[in-house]
């Protein structure tokens, strides 16, 4: 009760405000006291609104009241300060749902400052003072404020516990380690923690380096990131230049051609219509000359007929029928076959350098590992559509599905001459690149041979150096109908797994890892390469006679 009346008159004198004791105190007409600061303070600030209220009951005034000093509340105060009292405390200052509450408060606890590893109690400012103050506390371990200071205590002998049993990896208190725990490898708690802590700090030290090390390979990244945009707007403003460029000599060109055109259809047109003008007249004559032939021929007078008929009967030679050359209907059209062969070569060249262009835009090599695919989802997500290049395809070798398919046939194809041609082995190669990482499956209905080619491997002729596999530029799975066989630099490795008509290839061209997969309901793994790859990778497929090889749309 006493603490009670101790805590009533606190809150008495203390202003609602500052929540400190009162400091020249007045009155407000509703009988409310206040600091005289903090009042007029908070009247100054709803002058605004042109409307003074009490804190406590809300009760306006209008207009604003003249405060006077309340003598005897002031004295008062003055008299309770030299007993000691002080203000209440604030709000902030006592113990919430999240805090740790003093042990030693009652009624409304105050927010712990410490709590005591020996005394395991948790004390406000003022119950901590005898720590301070009184000799036999200065050996006690004071510690941030905690809620778990009993789990300190030994639930069954209700002893503090101060030893670490290191053969069950717990703590204990010196009862546990003269009865169940008796024999075990113990320690004091402090010593486990010295030594633990020696770790705790060997484990930070390696955090920190990891993350040091880390943040390091984020300002590389940062670093490629700023390249990859730097180096892409270049390009992209460099090809748009370019292309603009190639598009105003284009049109220039198209310009000339119409003009050229033009110019020599208004060249002919005048030259057949002169000779037309020519003929029409030729036809007027002739015309009035029959007109008098025909008179001459009912003249009855026999002497005016033979007269007259020497000089009608006459007929002068036309003198333009052998300078009219009728061409075959044509006229203009070698020019149309002039500038569709000028597309057709603009549309191969734009083609193949294609290959040149789109791998500036290749997958961007980051430094942290990259995991290999593991299931055939995992390497769809590396999936290419890849078509075969007509230019590279052996004359035996028919394409089709929209030169995706090769099939080995008797006759020769009417392929045009092109140096990229395979000459002699029935082989043909991808009109694509292979850049960073990618995967793509073949179907081979019989034996054929599926590869990852250098783009200057030899074309002509039938030595080594043209056969995928058998040369250094080249790596092959040649496939057969019970049995798998690798081939790179003419030498062979024989390879098993579960046969199957479709083969998975996996390319990460950055790491030089090559692999071949038989693919089924399931895909296995045949075969690995670990190599460095220097040059442009192109797919080859060779197939034998009769025999047909597709690439297979991803799905």
């Given at each position: 009760?006493?603490?009670?009346?101790?805590?009533?008159?606190?809150?008495?004198?203390?202003?609602?405000?500052?929540?400190?004791?009162?400091?020249?105190?007045?009155?407000?007409?509703?009988?409310?006291?206040?600091?005289?600061?903090?009042?007029?303070?908070?009247?100054?600030?709803?002058?605004?609104?042109?409307?003074?209220?009490?804190?406590?009951?809300?009760?306006?005034?209008?207009?604003?009241?003249?405060?006077?000093?309340?003598?005897?509340?002031?004295?008062?105060?003055?008299?309770?300060?030299?007993?000691?009292?002080?203000?209440?405390?604030?709000?902030?200052?006592?113990?919430?749902?999240?805090?740790?509450?003093?042990?030693?408060?009652?009624?409304?606890?105050?927010?712990?400052?410490?709590?005591?590893?020996?005394?395991?109690?948790?004390?406000?400012?003022?119950?901590?003072?005898p720590h301070f103050e009184i000799p036999a506390y200065e050996k006690h371990k004071l510690v941030e404020p905690s809620k778990k200071l009993q789990e300190n205590i030994c639930s069954r002998h209700n002893e503090v516990m101060k030893i670490f049993c290191r053969t069950d990896q717990q703590c204990i208190c010196?009862?546990?380690?003269?009865?169940?725990?008796?024999?075990?490898?113990?320690?004091?708690?402090?010593?486990?923690?010295?030594?633990?802590?020696?770790?705790?700090?060997?484990?930070?030290?390696?955090?920190?380096?990891?993350?040091?090390?880390?943040?390091?390979?984020?300002?590389?990244?940062?670093?490629?990131?700023?390249?990859?945009?730097?180096?892409?707007?270049?390009?992209?403003?460099?090809?748009?230049?370019?292309?603009?460029?190639?598009?105003?000599?284009?049109?220039?060109?198209?310009?000339?051609?119409?003009?050229?055109?033009?110019?020599?259809?208004?060249?002919?047109?005048?030259?057949?219509?002169?000779?037309?003008?020519?003929?029409?007249?030729?036809?007027?004559?002739?015309?009035?000359?029959?007109?008098?032939?025909?008179?001459?021929?009912?003249?009855?007078?026999?002497?005016?007929?033979?007269?007259?008929?020497?000089?009608?009967?006459?007929?002068?030679?036309?003198?333009?029928?052998?300078?009219?050359?009728?061409?075959?209907?044509?006229?203009?059209?070698?020019?149309?076959?002039?500038?569709?062969?000028?597309?057709?070569?603009?549309?191969?060249?734009?083609?193949?350098?294609?290959?040149?262009?789109?791998?500036?835009?290749?997958?961007?090599?980051?430094?942290?590992?990259?995991?290999?695919?593991?299931?055939?989802?995992?390497?769809?997500?590396?999936?290419?559509?890849?078509?075969?290049?007509?230019?590279?395809?052996?004359?035996?070798?028919?394409?089709?599905?929209?030169?995706?398919?090769?099939?080995?046939?008797?006759?020769?194809?009417?392929?045009?001459?092109?140096?990229?041609?395979?000459?002699?082995?029935?082989?043909?190669?991808?009109?694509?690149?292979?850049?960073?990482?990618?995967?793509?499956?073949?179907?081979?209905?019989?034996?054929?041979?599926?590869?990852?080619?250098?783009?200057?491997?030899?074309?002509?002729?039938?030595?080594?150096?043209?056969?995928?596999?058998?040369?250094?530029?080249?790596?092959?799975?040649?496939?057969?109908?019970?049995?798998?066989?690798?081939?790179?630099?003419?030498?062979?490795?024989?390879?098993?797994?579960?046969?199957?008509?479709?083969?998975?290839?996996?390319?990460?061209?950055?790491?030089?890892?090559?692999?071949?997969?038989?693919?089924?309901?399931?895909?296995?793994?045949?075969?690995?390469?670990?190599?460095?790859?220097?040059?442009?990778?192109?797919?080859?497929?060779?197939?034998?006679?009769?025999?047909?090889?597709?690439?297979?749309?991803?799905?």
């Open positions: 009760m006493a603490q009670r009346a101790v805590q009533l008159d606190r809150e008495t004198f203390s202003c609602s405000i500052c929540l400190d004791l009162l400091k020249d105190p007045v009155t407000t007409p509703c009988g409310h006291s206040y600091c005289k600061k903090c009042i007029k303070d908070h009247w100054d600030t709803e002058n605004v609104k042109g409307i003074h209220s009490c804190p406590q009951c809300r009760k306006s005034f209008t207009p604003r009241p003249h405060l006077l000093k309340n003598t005897m509340l002031a004295a008062l105060v003055e008299e309770l300060k030299k007993t000691g009292l002080q203000a209440a405390p604030a709000d902030h200052c006592y113990a919430g749902p999240e805090d740790v509450a003093c042990d030693v408060c009652t009624g409304r606890k105050l927010r712990a400052l410490k709590s005591c590893l020996v005394c395991l109690v948790s004390f406000c400012e003022k119950h901590l003072q010196y009862l546990c380690s003269m009865e169940e725990h008796k024999g075990h490898d113990t320690v004091s708690a402090a010593a486990e923690r010295t030594e633990r802590q020696r770790e705790l700090e060997g484990s930070r030290q390696n955090i920190q380096q990891r993350i040091q090390d880390r943040e390091e390979d984020v300002k590389v990244l940062q670093q490629e990131v700023e390249a990859i945009n730097g180096s892409a707007d270049k390009a992209v403003e460099h090809s748009v230049k370019i292309f603009t460029e190639l598009i105003r000599l284009m049109e220039k060109r198209r310009s000339d051609v119409k003009q050229q055109v033009r110019s020599q259809q208004e060249t002919e047109v005048s030259r057949v219509k002169e000779l037309q003008e020519k003929l029409e007249q030729e036809i007027t004559e002739l015309k009035r000359k029959d007109a008098e032939l025909k008179k001459l021929s009912h003249t009855e007078d026999h002497n005016q007929f033979l007269h007259n008929y020497p000089s009608l009967s006459a007929l002068s030679e036309s003198t333009h029928s052998s300078s009219i050359n009728i061409r075959p209907l044509k006229y203009f059209e070698d020019v149309t076959a002039a500038v569709s062969e000028v597309r057709d070569i603009l549309q191969d060249v734009l083609r193949q350098k294609q290959t040149n262009v789109s791998p500036t835009v290749t997958e961007v090599d980051v430094l942290l590992p990259q995991p290999e695919p593991k299931t055939r989802a995992d390497f769809l997500r590396y999936s290419r559509e890849i078509t075969l290049d007509p230019n590279t395809a052996n004359t035996e070798l028919l394409l089709s599905e929209g030169n995706r398919k090769a099939t080995s046939v008797s006759e020769h194809q009417s392929y045009s001459h092109h140096p990229d041609r395979f000459t002699d082995y029935c082989q043909v190669l991808s009109r694509e690149s292979l850049t960073g990482r990618c995967y793509w499956e073949v179907e081979c209905r019989g034996r054929g041979g599926v590869a990852v080619v250098y783009k200057n491997i030899s074309r002509a002729g039938d030595s080594h150096e043209c056969a995928f596999g058998f040369n250094d530029k080249s790596w092959m799975l040649d496939c057969h109908k019970n049995s798998y066989y690798f081939y790179h630099n003419s030498v062979q490795t024989p390879v098993s797994g579960p046969v199957s008509s479709r083969v998975g290839v996996y390319l990460d061209q950055s790491a030089g890892i090559l692999s071949f997969y038989s693919v089924s309901e399931t895909i296995t793994l045949l075969h690995r390469v670990q190599t460095t790859f220097t040059q442009p990778l192109y797919a080859g497929l060779g197939v034998d006679p009769g025999v047909t090889a597709e690439f297979c749309r991803p799905r």
